[in-house]
């Protein structure tokens, strides 16, 4: 089972911010098989960015994913109110699909 | 647009059983596997397991082996995950999902279901 490891486990930024969020698993996985999720309470997880580095649909430019093999990141460019929220990585290149433990963004 | 329903939420006593129904639409259901994530309370997200609705081929996490069964209806376009025996670390909420569009990322999500089991 790849496990998925996130850090730091909380982020206090304020609006107007970069925020940058590590995702690091066990062993490599394919690059294409990498994505990044953001939830929000009492709400279904979204899906931000796939394959590491591709934004799903409808989701702002400021989101941008990058990494390859063990190491990912999600990069947040200006942080905006709405943005405040948990972040998931999941790995989908081999069963278990396995989530990292989340990245909490709060404001400072 | 796709959408996935689910059923209301459900209050089961220790050792018992819980089944869970997810209808889709909007989109061909047999053409995307269903995925069942939960969430217990304050926690983060835990892969159950994905089923073709297809063929009805599953694949669980090991973790749920022997707990768990993932079926369909593809006459209704429904997919189901049944969870036994079970215990109190078991209340989460339960989410159906199928994967994005052109990606195998999981692009949508149903509402959840919260399963609490209690005495």
């Known amino acids: 089972e790849i496990v998925l490891t996130q850090s730091p486990g909380t982020l206090s930024l304020s609006p107007g911010e970069r925020a940058t969020l590590s995702c690091r698993a066990s062993?490599?996985?394919?690059?294409?098989?990498l994505a990044w999720y953001q939830q929000k309470p009492g709400q279904a997880p979204r899906l931000l960015i796939y394959?590491?580095?591709s934004r799903a649909a409808g989701i702002p430019d400021r989101f941008s994913g990058s990494g390859s093999g063990t190491d990912f990141t999600l990069t947040i460019s200006t942080l905006e109110p709405e943005d405040f929220a948990v972040y998931y990585c999941?790995?989908?290149?081999?069963?278990?699909?396995?989530f990292g433990p989340g990245t909490k963004v709060d404001i400072k | 647009q796709v959408q996935l329903v689910q059923s209301g939420a459900d209050v089961k006593k220790p050792g018992a059983s819980v089944k869970v129904s997810c209808k889709a639409s909007?989109?061909?259901?047999?053409?995307?596997?269903i995925h069942w994530v939960r969430q217990a309370p304050g926690q983060g997200l835990e892969w159950m397991g994905i089923?073709?609705?297809?063929?009805?081929?599953?694949t669980y996490a090991q973790k749920f082996q022997g707990r768990v069964t993932m079926t369909r209806d593809t006459s209704t376009s429904t997919a189901y995950m049944e969870l036994s025996s079970l215990r109190s670390e078991d209340t989460a909420v339960y989410y159906c999902?199928?994967?994005?569009?052109?990606?195998?990322?999981?692009?949508?999500w149903g509402p959840g279901t919260l399963v609490t089991v209690s005495s």
């Open positions: 999902a199928r994967r994005d569009g052109g990606n195998s990322a999981v692009g949508y």
């Open positions: 394959d590491a580095s």
């Open positions: 089923m073709n609705p297809a063929g009805g081929s599953t």
């Open positions: 999941q790995q989908y290149f081999s069963s278990p699909f396995t």
């Open positions: 909007g989109y061909s259901f047999t053409s995307y596997s």
């Open positions: 062993q490599s996985i394919s690059s294409t098989y």
